[in-house]
Every structure is written in C-alpha cells, then in structure tokens.
C-alpha cells in the first residue's frame, strides 16, 4: 500500500514537472511569436490572435505577465477579437492571469474617459454569446467609478444596463453614476436600452435609482412606449406600481416623433391587456397621431386578431369611455372606410353596430357603399344592408364620389352582380350619370367583355319595376349602344336594339352607331350582323348618315381598310360617290392612305359588282383628284389602278398642277416617269407635258430645276455650266424673264446651281414663291 501511494505521488510530481515544462514552453512560444508581430499589419495581427488561441489550450500553470508582453492597447485588440468571432476561452484566460485594465489619467490624475473597449464593441454587435461575453469582460474592466464612454456616447454603464448585469449596473449606481445618460445618436437611456433587451431587473433596478420614467428619446419614445411596443402586460404593472413607490407621475399620452401614444402602440400591435391598463391609467381614448389616425384606425390598418375591435369597444363600455368612431385622419377616411379598404369585414359589422354613419365619405367622396363595391366584397353588401335595417340607418345608396360615380357604377364596372342586384333592391338609381354623363349601363357597354351583364342588369331594372334610359347619352353624346358596338359586343348590342334603343341615334359630332363599327380596327362580321338584326326588328338603319365632318361609315370604313366591312355597306346602299366636308369621297381616302395596296382596284371591283359607278377622276374641293393624291405618296399600284379605271392624267387642280409634275418634283424615283406614260399609253390617254401650273411651270421645269447640274441635259443649264459666273447670273434672269414676269422659277431650285453666293443672291431677286413649299403645305 506504501508502495502505491509512494508510486502515485512520484506520478503526480512527474506530470506537475512535466505540465510545467510545458506551460513554459508555452511562455517562450508566447514571447516568440509576439515578437514577430508586426502590430501594425492587420493579417499578422489576425493570424497572431488564432495563434495565440491555440496556444493557450490547457495552459495551467506560470500564467503569464501579459503587461510584460503586450502593450494596452494591445490586449483591447486581442479582447475585442474574441467579442467579434472567437471563443469566450481567451477572455477567461486574460482574467485567469491577473490582467485588469487600469485607466490612463490626466494632469490631475483623474481617468480619462473617452474611449472604446472590447466592452462597447460587444454591446454594440451582439455576436454570439455577447451577453455572456460582457459579463467577463466586466472582470477585465473592473473600475466601476470610471465609465468609459465612446465617440457616440455609449458608455460602459450602458452595455452592463442592456445586457442585465444587474450587480455591476449596482456597482455603477453605488458609485454616484447617474442613470438618466443618454447615447448621443439614439437618445437611449440606460432604462431605454434594459426595456428593449427585456431586462426586467435591470429596469427595476434604475427606476428605484433615479431613472426618470418619462425619459423620451430622440424618436421621443418613453419607457412607457417601449413597454407597449413589446408587449410585456407584467413588466407594465411592475413599471407602474415602481412609480407609485417612488411617487412618480406617468404621463400615459406622452407622443413620439409621429405623434402615437402609448395606447396608439398597444392597439397596433393588438395588446388588448394593455389597452385596457392604460385606459384604466387615464389614456385618451379618442387620441391621434400626426396622420391623424386615431385609435380604431390602427385597429383597421394592422394585423390584428379579427375581434380586436369588438374587445376595444367592450373595454369602452366597462370604463364609459366614448369613442370617436367617425374620426376622420388626414386623408379623409374614416375607420369605417379603413375597415372596407383592408378586407376586414368583421371590424366593419362592429363600427357599424357602434355608431359609425354608412354614408360618411372619404376626402374623393366614397362612401362605403363605393368601396365595398370597389373592393369586391359580394358577401358584404347585403350584410351592409342588414344591419342598416337592424340600426335603422338611412343609407344614400345613390352617393356621388368627386366624379360623380355611384355605388352602382363602381359595381357594373367590376362585374360585381351580386352588389349590383343588391344595390338595386335597395333603391339605386340605374339613371344617375357621372361628370361625363355616363349612366351605369354605358359602364356596362364600355366593358371589353360580352356577357350577359346587360340583360341581367336590364331583368332587374324591370322586376323593381324601374325605367332604364336606354338612349341616355353621354357629354359627348355617346349613347350605350355606341359603346356596346364599338367594342364589338353582339350580345349587349342585341339587348339594347330589343329595348328599343334607336340605331341612328348620332353623337355629339354626328356620329351613329354604324360610324361606331367603322371605326374599330378589327375587321369582322358586326356590320353584317348589325344588319340582319335590324332587319330582324324592321329598324330602318341610315346606311349614309354624316358626321360633323360630312364623313359617312363608309369613308371611315375605307379610312381604316377594313374590306369586308365596305363590302356589308355598299351592298346595304351607301354611295361611295358621296364626298366629305373638304370634298374627299372613297377613292382620295383610299389614295391618300400611306398603304399601297389592292384595296383601291377591290373597292372599284366591289361596286361594279353591285353596278355601282365610281368616280375616279371627281376633285376635292382644292381640285384634286384621287390619281393626284397617289402620286403624292408615291403609291405606284394606285396609280395603275386609277389610271387603268379611267383616271384623266390631265387633271389639274385649282393651281393648275397636273399629276405629272407632282411627278417631276423631285421626290420621285428615276422610273415614275416612264411608267406614268407607260399606263396612259395602255390606255391610250395623251399626257400633256407641256401643261403649264399658274406659275407658268411645264412639268419639264420642274424636273429640270429639281436635278443636279450633272443630270441637266436642257440646253440652258449646259449653257450656264460653261459660262463664268456673272454669265450664269445673267442666262438666268434671261430665263426667268421669258417664262412670265410676274411668276418666276422657284427659289428652291436656284440651289442646284452650286454654292456660289453671288448666284444665290441673284436668284432671291427674281423669286417670289416656291414650289417646293407648295407641294409641302400640300
């Protein structure tokens, strides 16, 4: 037995040498490593940290000096290290050797203050397992009469506050600290920042050590404001039964940087225990916030449980509080319209069972009515209506917004039928027209959809027995039937044609119903079958009616090149020889179209088909004729067409141009000559070249005077090429003199002359229109 206890003890004394050996390798290593550092190198810095550690893993004994290794400033690097990424080991080291931080003093040996340590840094951060962190730290900077504060005002008394170390925040307190300093750039006091990291003790602690309870920030939150935004019923009572031993006053309407009080958070949050204790402490009921917002309008606007209004107004009643249901916030809503616009249906029923006026409006005229059609609550409108009935509230179901949209309206645009169907058994007015004098069945006909919403709107007109203007028309006169057509809804156009709606009711500018269905884009069948319904109904439709501007369906049918759409009015009669105000008919629209294509030869053929003789050569009203406009844009099938329909190519206008120096202008191809004369000699038609305009010009003129010195072949302008420049000045004014005195050659076409000022100067002298800006404003 001696033996072994003998054999133990050697065996311990041989491990304490050996764990001493080895810890002061460990110091030797420390010492070496260090002194290899550069401090100022962030990655050796780093790279020293891990090494050091790894090194002090299991480090027991001869524990260093670290004052005789490391500088200060060295060791907060160190300790800051570990509050930002490593183990809490190295803090705990650092204690273990005896390190505690000693505060560098002024000239009058007091500390000095300002400065940041591992402390603030891990308060600041909340890296992992922070708390604990703090609290070994505390250790290290142990001098509780000297809080070190940083450059934004968070001092140490702050980080042992949010973090609860209750005895240090003691330590601080017994030490004269005053616990009412705030954080330069929040304004947080220690109270503040115990209340946000829910530390009750803590909180207790500096309430019943000076604190001043209605401390606010700089978001002028209270402690109180904080309690509400978290929620804490208990830490409430504690907070107000501290204050009550202590004899301090809470002011329970204290407002922050938005105006909300206490009770406002409470409420947005659904803290309905809370709500009752600070309505019990004397909280205004009917408060608001800068918005406006009162307390049922948070109620509305947040994510509460769905009887969360129903609770407010019971705790109301048990403390005969009145509430302001009808308050209104600054954008003229009410909680009743904020209810609707948040789909909470059940707060609705309640503000309604508690006093809430149905009709009142928002600031752009709504009522609830308006928004529960807008927002589609189908299930609402009768209980809406029901509850009326039960509160015996008079409801205006007819009540105009800003643009004079009722109820009924917002719901036949939506398609809501079950709102519409209810809004008319409850006494709306199918007639009532908004600023644009649009009546709901016009919202019904301006819908892209065809459905039978007109007819079942129509069958409920007539069960209640209502009369529905069925021709009511708009501002501009549009009329419902106008809308239905011109959106190419068949059924609702059918609707109101068998309700007596009349086909040829015209517009504001004159425009029928078939205007309508030649001024949509798509080319179908509706003209047709407008058609055979009217026939259907021995309804005599004005195939030729005029607008304002003497245009007929079929001119805007040819506008828009819709084929099939002329085929269904030539065969119903229009006369495609009618022309418009400016003197236009079918063929100048279809030529002055900037699409060359078959239509002009199609719509020829369409009305020799039904013997119909079409007009190609008749003028407008400036003497133009199709085969004119053509030419002008250039259109080379359309002028084949015409001219192979018997078009005159001789045809001049009130100034006497003829097609072909529209030709010669300038602006054409090389070949449009050629296959001008080309077509006329087909059809054996004499084109007259030396027509002259009213300004003498024959149509060689103007291709002579619209070509490049180089292309000229005319005798003339060979001869001012050769000549030097006071020889061309006067071949021109020779030229120019024997064309007509009074109306001389273009200006325009003085600048194919070169560039010579002199030349220029000259031709201005001997102009005085040009024919370039005649075509132009053509």
């Not at 649009?438 to 959809?449: A, F, G, K, R």
């Not at 300038?666 to 038609?685: R, T």
């Amino acid at each position: 037995m001696a033996d072994d206890e003998f054999q133990k003890l050697s065996n311990d004394r041989f491990d304490e040498i050996m764990d001493f050996e080895a810890d002061q390798n460990k110091l030797e290593s420390l010492k070496r490593n260090r002194a290899h550092v550069n401090w100022k190198i962030e990655e050796e810095r780093e790279s020293f940290y891990w090494q050091l550690c790894r090194l002090i893993n299991n480090w027991e004994s001869r524990l260093p000096n670290l004052r005789e290794i490391f500088r200060r400033e060295e060791i907060d690097w160190l300790l800051t290290q570990s509050a930002k990424t490593g183990p809490v080991e190295l803090i705990s080291f650092v204690i273990r050797t005896g390190y505690r931080d000693e505060p560098d003093l002024d000239e009058d040996g007091k500390p000095l203050l300002c400065r940041n340590t591992p402390v603030h840094y891990a308060a600041k951060h909340k890296i992992r397992n922070w708390i604990s962190k703090i609290r070994e730290l505390f250790k290290i900077y142990d001098k509780f009469n000297v809080n070190y504060t940083n450059e934004s005002g968070f001092t140490h008394f702050h980080a042992a506050c949010m973090s609860g170390c209750d005895e240090i925040v003691e330590k601080f307190l017994e030490l004269g600290q005053d616990p009412n300093i705030s954080m330069k750039e929040t304004g947080d006091t220690s109270l503040h920042l115990a209340l946000k990291n829910g530390h009750t003790k803590t909180f207790e602690l500096l309430l019943r050590n000076g604190a001043d309870p209605n401390g606010a920030n700089k978001k002028e939150l209270t402690p109180l404001h904080i309690i509400c935004r978290g929620g804490n019923d208990d830490l409430f009572e504690v907070f107000f039964k501290i204050a009550n031993e202590i004899k301090q006053t809470i002011q329970v309407d204290a407002r922050d940087i938005s105006g909300r009080t206490p009770l406002h958070w409470a409420v947005h949050y659904g803290r309905m225990k809370l709500v009752e204790l600070l309505l019990r402490r004397g909280a205004d009921v009917n408060s608001k916030d800068a918005n406006e917002n009162s307390c049922l309008h948070f109620i509305g606007d947040v994510e509460v449980a769905h009887d969360a209004t129903e609770k407010f107004f019971e705790i109301c009643v048990k403390i005969q509080l009145t509430v302001q249901v009808n308050a209104l916030d600054n954008a003229g809503r009410a909680p009743l319209h904020v209810a609707l616009r948040n789909d909470k249906p059940q707060m609705f029923e309640s503000l309604l069972r508690n006093g809430a006026d149905p009709n009142i409006a928002e600031a752009e005229g709504l009522t609830s009515l308006h928004l529960i059609a807008l927002h589609g609550i189908d299930d609402l409108v009768e209980k809406f209506f029901e509850i009326c009935n039960d509160m015996q509230l008079k409801v205006q179901v007819n009540a105009q917004e800003k643009k004079g949209r009722t109820p009924l309206q917002f719901a036949v645009c939506l398609d809501k039928r079950r709102v519409v169907e209810s809004l008319l058994r409850n006494g709306a007015d199918p007639n009532i027209a908004d600023v644009e004098e649009y009546t709901s069945l016009h919202t019904i006909c301006s819908m892209n959809y065809d459905d039978d919403l007109a007819e079942k709107f129509l069958q409920i007109c007539d069960d209640m027995q209502l009369t529905v203007q069925v021709d009511a028309q708009s501002n501009l006169g549009w009329t419902p039937l106008h809308l239905a057509l011109f959106k190419g809804k068949k059924k609702t156009a059918e609707w109101l044609l068998r309700k007596g709606v009349d086909p040829n009711l015209a517009n504001k500018k004159g425009c029928t119903p078939l205007h309508a269905i030649s001024c949509r884009e798509i080319d179908d069948d509706l003209a047709e079958w407008f058609f055979e319904i009217c026939d259907d109904m021995n309804l005599m439709v004005q195939v030729d009616a005029r607008n304002h501007t003497g245009e007929t369906a079929l001119h805007l049918a040819v506008n828009n090149g819709k084929e099939r759409n002329i085929k269904e009015l030539l065969r119903k009669g229009s006369d495609p020889n009618l022309v418009n105000t400016v003197g236009y008919h079918s063929l100048h629209i279809i030529a002055a179209r900037p699409i060359d294509d078959e239509l002009l030869e199609k719509f020829i053929k369409m009305c020799s088909d039904i013997q119909q003789t079409v007009q190609v050569s008749i003028p407008d009203k400036r003497g133009w004729t199709p085969l004119h406009y053509a030419v002008l844009k250039s259109k080379k099938q359309n002028v084949k067409d015409l001219l192979r329909r018997g078009a005159n190519p001789n045809a001049a206008d009130k100034c006497g141009l003829l097609p072909l120096h529209i030709i010669c202008n300038g602006k054409h191809d090389d070949d449009w000559v050629k296959l001008f004369f080309e077509i006329a000699d087909e059809v054996q038609q004499t084109v007259q070249v030396d027509a002259q305009d009213d300004w003498g010009l024959t149509p060689l003129d103007t291709a002579v005077g619209c070509l490049s010195p180089e292309e000229n072949k005319a005798e003339l302008f060979a001869a001012v090429d050769k000549g030097p420049v006071e020889q061309k000045v006067q071949l021109i004014k020779s030229y120019f003199q024997s064309r007509r005195a009074d109306r001389v050659y273009p200006a325009v076409q003085l600048q194919r002359y070169g560039n010579n000022q002199g030349i220029k100067k000259e031709m201005k002298l001997h102009t005085k229109q040009s024919l370039g800006s005649m075509y132009t404003n053509r």
